[in-house]
């Protein structure tokens, strides 16, 4: 654990409880791991776990997250009500999106859920693990992994499908004023669920799901249909070839058709 790298990002924020207490590592086997173990150790919310690289990185549907380095890998322990639990997906999203603006210029999109598109290829994936007893979360961790400054061209496994900062600009873009962009937006955006206010429009706002003909896989269960909206519990709304709406909870979306 290299502490002064920790320290020097942590010097750069103006948040109030977000990323002070910052674990930074140049190798682990996943920022997910280290901060549910810190979290069930009883870890001050905020708590920020970053990784120069992770050799065993997992994102959505217990897929496997490319984390080499040049790119963002963190983790960071929350506790969020029961009620505000599903709102943490959209916070984590716009939060990215507001981020990436103000740093780089790019306007990017929302692949449903939590997907963050440039020009149709994927430069960040989210993920959220928590754990609930009775009616309380006792922690919830939001795992953020950005595409900054590799080349997804010299990776054949994402080449087709990935992108990043440092191609879509032609430059490299600091990660460290990346990282404090996206834990500043964070914290605001979390307190601001805390007293109602809804990051919901915000959200569905940027999702490019909408309007175009998809299927959706989650396990063995495939359905499509068009995307038709979003809810505010984070669900997407099917409207199928028979005019019936379903929604969806879970699953990984293919777009077939604008």
């Known amino acids: 654990m290299q502490n002064n790298k920790g320290d ?26 280290i901060a549910k173990k810190l979290a069930r150790e009883g870890i001050a919310e905020g708590a920020t776990i970053i990784a120069n690289r992770q050799t065993a990185g997992r994102g959505r549907l217990d897929r496997t997250w490319l984390s080499p380095d040049k790119n963002i890998a963190m983790s960071i322990v929350l506790h969020p009500s029961l009620e505000n639990l599903p709102k943490l997906i959209m916070i984590a999203s716009v939060a990215v999106l507001r981020a990436i603006k103000e740093i780089t210029g790019i306007k990017p999109q929302i692949k449903w859920p939590n997907d963050i598109m440039i020009k149709g290829k994927k430069v960040c994936g989210i993920l959220i693990e928590n754990e609930v007893k009775g009616n309380k979360v006792s922690f ?79 396990g063995t269960s495939i359905e499509e249909g068009k995307a ?17 709406t379903s929604e969806i909870l879970a699953g990984d979306v293919i777009i077939l058709k604008d």
């Open 8 to 33: 020097f990002i942590k010097n750069h924020l103006a948040t109030r409880f977000v990323g002070k207490n910052i674990y930074y590592y140049d190798s682990v086997t996943s920022t997910m791991e």
């Open 140 to 218: 919830a961790v939001v795992g953020i992994g950005v595409n900054v400054n590799l080349n997804p061209k010299a990776i054949p496994e994402i080449s087709t499908l990935a992108t990043s900062l440092f191609q879509e600009l032609g430059e490299e873009v600091s990660r460290t004023r990346l990282t404090c962009a996206v834990l500043s937006e964070l914290e605001e955006l979390y307190l601001q669920a805390q007293s109602s206010t809804s990051v919901y429009i915000e959200w569905q706002e940027h999702m490019e799901t909408l309007g175009k003909l998809v299927r959706v896989q989650f």
């Open 228 to 244: 038709e909206a979003v809810t505010e519990a984070g669900n997407l709304v099917l409207r199928h070839s028979d005019g019936h």
